[in-house]
Nanobody, 124 residues
Framework: QVQLVESGGGLVQAGGSLRLSCAAS????????MAWFRQAPGKERDFVAG????????YTAASVKGRFTISRDNAKNTVYLQMNSLKPEDTAVYYC?????????????????WGQGTQVTVSS
């Protein structure tokens, strides 16, 4: 059974940085897409960034492009989200997700495995 455990969230001032980690276990992730989503209070869960485990192709939402970077460490089965120049509007619970996505990797419904989430709060 695939398990995802996020860590690295916290409180940071605007302009600061955080790095989120998602440790994956339970299987090999060949042909999987690993992604980060976020959900602010009262809002829908939105795609932030994704990476193909095989090949390493990355995808980034326009709202965070140039500030957030997704990467992976195959040896550690871990995916990272480096977040720089954080803004108060980045405040949300950040979730890691994984699946063999064949169609729309930007949609929450394409992912069958989710982590428990980690809170990121950016103060102004």
């Amino acid at each position: 059974q695939v398990q995802l455990v996020e860590s690295g969230g916290g409180l940071v001032q605007a302009g600061g940085s955080l790095r989120l980690s998602c440790a994956a276990s339970g299987r090999t992730f060949t042909n999987y897409v690993m992604a980060w989503f976020r959900q602010a209070p009262g809002k829908e869960r939105d795609f932030v960034a994704g990476i193909r485990w095989t090949g390493g192709t990355t995808y980034t939402a326009a709202s965070v492009k140039g500030r957030f970077t997704i990467s992976r460490d195959n040896a550690k089965n871990t995916v990272y989200l480096q977040m720089n120049s954080l803004k108060p509007e980045d405040t949300a619970v950040y979730y890691c997700a994984a699946d063999r996505v064949l169609s729309n990797l930007y949609a929450t419904g394409s992912y069958g495995v989710w982590g428990q989430g980690t809170q990121v709060t950016v103060s102004s």
